[in-house]
């Protein structure tokens, strides 16, 4: 690994060594002939970016010679550019655009950082403006009514995007393209370490991402994309504050970001701070509260989050350099989190115990249950240089190092500790072209060091080491556009020894009959039960490594003014993450029972006592999307199908994993009554639900769309839907999304915007084994914003309404919806002011 010091002063030194050329002047206009002022004007692969003037001029300076290719985007039209290879004199060059009736958005996700309406894969924008409207506490719910996106929901708290019913491991969360390295891929209850508050817009790819960020985003990508490490100089100081308050749980948070320059040095400082308390909700939490649980809240689920980031950047015409420093700490209940042990107390000691669980039930209750207290400090550097060598157009590094820990509070007494230390280095180089071939050739890699210490420790620690190559090509046939590509990954995984301990029983209701029998020999099960803890299985592992190949083809074809055409067609491999390889033990927060793949758990819940042997996922992928994006009318409809050779897949197993072993250990040797075999079957029946991960083909297809319709210029009508199937040989997978379909009535007009929306999800009967059906619901929302221009600053003032109609909804996706439904009628205002 190269330091950093030596980077610096080699990307500094190159700088100033760009080849310089001519200029280029042009005016961009409209199709009536009107000057588009404010459009934005890129050589592709420099930092050269200038804006039209109010009779929609540009001048670029200097402009190198070798393979000039310019680019047009401005929000309103369609993107424009012109290739004028090897550039002689001062040519003028001008653009005529055509309106967009969408916001026509730069996707700097993409290896080739097409428009959103050229992309050749499917994909979705949340512009500044959209993320505002829509924020929420956690990504997933900000995301949520995206089509074709989800989320885990894990109570307010905790919520990670859902993409064409793949979460966890397939879903890779990057910030400005550099992996978050938080442990949210681990766990639903571990929230995602990145906000939406100062990010500038939000990318969601559909589908498989695998060639430029690796097996991991095998399902999509979100990419937070934010001004951290600047880019480009602002003109003045640019920023924003906004403090907000919302009702349902008594939310309170404020924020500021500032960008400025001086000089060639360019600076960003952003933050934020967010305090809630329990969610109100209608009704009860649970499906079947007891006696106690209280009516109309979400216990345990407060959040107390703070963030500050800050960042530098040198920045001349061929390139730049920046740094930034971010601190995170966040405090938050996990709903539904509950231990049995910890509140009963044990009979064999009942004076000394009895008096420490009185002590702990009251810091328990002083503290509101058990709470996850998150510390993360993430240093990125990235920078960009232009013409380095003949024969390229520029390079492109992101480095980051992330230190991320959290500790499972249990009453204020530190719990189980997670730490994922962890560096991610992207390379970039864009290539001039050869052919009419241009593209993007990369490297990237990883490492991160994983340990989990404590009572929900079901992971061992494990180190990961990733390596890829990758290359993806295009080239431009008239009207149509072909892109190839390939990346070959490499993962290994050094992981500790361990040992696992599996004590199981049928479910009470999918085996009731058996349970009547266990009930008549308590004591008979009981000895079975004490005999079975003393076989701890001892499982030394080896070093595990997979090799992963990713080819994708496609095309986006503009087949009549207005309207395109995109297809891909993709193999793709996934080496399993360190969750499905070698979870092995209680996961309370999702109150399972966790076994991994290497584990090789049969129907009896017997567990092998040597490691199995462990495939990668490969899928067959067809991607079919279809837009119209001019006149007064428009659409985006997405098709998709998924064929994979073992699948992994976490699934309910119908046993249960008794809740009890420390007891089994304290009391061995000593002698049991009745009574003591009546508590043991108790904690038996009471146990933890036992998911196994397993693999098997499956066969994933559905749809996305999206419809506009103008009624006039102040008016707007949008319709969204998506479903989704996802089957096995013989049965549904678990954790599906339903069908879902929303729609939204908008106007706009002098600064007042205001919309009234419904998104209606079905009810989900296609459930796995052992998995429960989900009723229906629908949510009704309401907003209103009115921008006023001040001195020095714009002020805009908003309010909005969510769950109008205060309807109990529950999440398919969850772990939790029987514990946990969605929060109830939230009325929100707030103030932001803009300059």
Do not use: C
């Not at 002939?33 to 004007?41: E, F, L, R």
């Not at 109309?296 to 015409?317: P, R």
């Not at 080239?475 to 696992?500: C, H, M, P, S, W």
């Not at 479910?507 to 003393?534: L, R, S």
Request: glycine share 10%; charged share 25%.
């Amino acid at each position: 690994m190269f330091s950093r010091s030596i980077l610096t002063a080699a990307i500094l030194s190159a700088i100033s060594a760009g080849a310089l050329a001519n200029d280029i002047t042009g005016q961009v206009t409209d199709e009536q002939g009107n000057p588009v002022a404010g459009a934005k004007v890129t050589v592709e692969g420099s930092r050269k970016v200038v804006t039209t003037d109010e009779q929609g001029r540009y001048t670029l300076v200097d402009v190198p010679a070798e393979d000039v290719h310019i680019h047009v985007s401005s929000d309103n039209y369609l993107h424009g550019d012109k290739d004028l290879g090897q550039v002689t004199g001062n040519p003028e060059v001008n653009f005529t655009l055509s309106a967009s009736s969408v916001e026509n958005i730069l996707v700097t996700a993409t290896a080739m950082q097409a428009s959103v309406l050229e992309s050749v894969t499917p994909v979705s924008v949340l512009s500044e403006a959209e993320l505002r409207r829509q924020q929420a506490p956690t990504l997933g719910e900000t995301l949520n009514n995206t089509p074709g996106v989800h989320s885990t929901y894990f109570g307010p708290v905790s919520s990670s995007p859902v993409i064409r019913g793949n979460d966890g491991p397939r879903v890779k969360i990057v910030q400005n393209g550099l992996d978050v390295s938080d442990v949210s891929r681990i766990g639903p209850d571990h929230n995602v370490a990145t906000s939406t508050s100062s990010a500038t817009q939000v990318e969601i790819l559909r589908g498989p991402a695998t060639l430029q960020y690796g097996s991991g985003a095998i399902g999509g990508v979100v990419n937070v994309v934010d001004r951290r490490i600047p880019s480009e100089k602002p003109v003045g100081i640019e920023g924003e504050a906004e403090a907000r308050y919302s009702t349902a749980d008594n939310g309170k948070f404020g924020k500021v970001d500032v960008t400025g320059a001086q000089g060639d040095i360019a600076y960003h400082v952003d933050g934020f701070k967010r305090k809630t308390d329990n969610v109100d909700i209608p009704g009860y939490a649970s499906v079947e509260p007891d006696e106690d649980e209280p009516s109309g809240v979400l216990e345990n689920s407060q959040m107390d989050t703070t963030n500050i980031t800050a960042g530098l950047s040198y920045i001349q015409d061929e390139g730049f350099i920046g740094f930034a420093v971010e601190k995170l700490d966040n405090e938050y209940g996990v709903p539904g989190h509950h231990h049995h042990h910890e509140e009963e107390g044990h009979e064999h000691d009942e004076e000394h115990e009895g008096e420490h669980e009185d002590e702990h039930a009251e810091e328990i209750a002083e503290e509101g249950g058990t709470r996850i207290d998150v510390d993360m400090t993430r240093y990125q550097m990235a920078g960009e240089l232009h013409s380095p060598v003949k024969g390229l157009n520029n390079i492109k590094f992101g480095l980051a190092h992330t230190d991320y820990e959290h500790v499972e509070l249990e009453g204020g007494v530190t719990g189980t500790r997670f730490t994922n230390d962890s560096t991610n280095l992207r390379l970039t180089a864009n290539h001039v072209k050869i052919d009419g071939w241009h593209g993007v050739i990369g490297v990237q890699a990883s490492t991160s060091d994983y340990s989990a210490v404590g009572a929900e420790a079901f992971t061992p620690p494990t180190e990961t080491d990733v390596m890829a190559l990758f290359l993806v090509e295009q080239k431009r046939f008239g009207n149509l556009t072909v892109e190839l590509g390939a990346r070959i990954e490499n993962t290994q995984y050094d992981v500790a020894d361990t040992q696992l301990d599996l004590d199981t029983g049928h479910d009470e209701e999918a085996h009731h009959d058996e349970h009547e029998e266990h009930e008549e020999h308590a004591e008979e099960m009981h000895d079975e039960h004490e005999e079975h803890a003393d076989e701890m299985h001892t499982y030394n592992f080896s070093d595990y490594d997979f090799t992963s190949t990713s080819l994708s083809a496609g095309f986006n074809w503009e087949y009549e003014d207005g309207y395109s055409m995109a297809f891909t067609a993709s193999r793709n491999e996934r080496a399993p993450s360190q969750q499905e390889l070698f979870a092995g033990g209680p996961h309370l927060a999702t109150q399972t029972y966790e076994v991994g793949l290497v584990y090789g758990l049969d129907s009896e819940g017997e567990l092998s006592e040597e490691l199995q042997p462990v495939s990668e996922e490969v899928s067959n992928n067809i991607d079919l999307t279809f837009r119209k994006f001019t006149g007064d009318w428009g659409y985006t409809v997405s098709f998709f199908y998924n064929q994979a050779d073992d699948y992994i897949y976490q699934s309910a197993t119908g046993l249960l994993a008794a809740d009890g072993h420390d007891e089994h250990e304290e009391h061995e040797g000593e002698a049991h009554d009745d009574d003591h075999a009546g508590e043991m079957e108790e904690a038996h029946e009471e146990g933890l639900e036992v998911f196994s991960f397993r693999q098997a083909d499956a066969d994933i297809y559905g749809m996305e769309a999206q419809v506009y319709v103008d009624l006039n210029t102040e008016w707007r009508v949008e319709v969204f839907g998506d479903m989704i199937r996802a089957k096995l040989d013989n049965q549904d997978l678990p954790r599906i999304p339903p069908l879902r379909v929303g729609s939204t009535l908008s106007y706009e007009h002098q600064g007042l915007r205001a919309d009234l929306g419904f998104t209606f999800n079905d009810e989900q009967e296609y459930v796995a084994p052992y998995e429960t059906t989900t009723d229906s619901y629908t949510m009704v929302n309401a907003g209103v914003e009115y921008e006023m221009p001040g001195a020095g600053a714009d002020w805009v003032f908003f309010a909005s309404a969510d769950n109008l109609l205060d309807e109990e909804a529950r999440v398919h996706t969850s772990f939790l919806k029987n514990q946990a439904p969605l929060p109830g009628r939230n009325f929100t205002v707030g103030v932001r002011a803009l300059f």
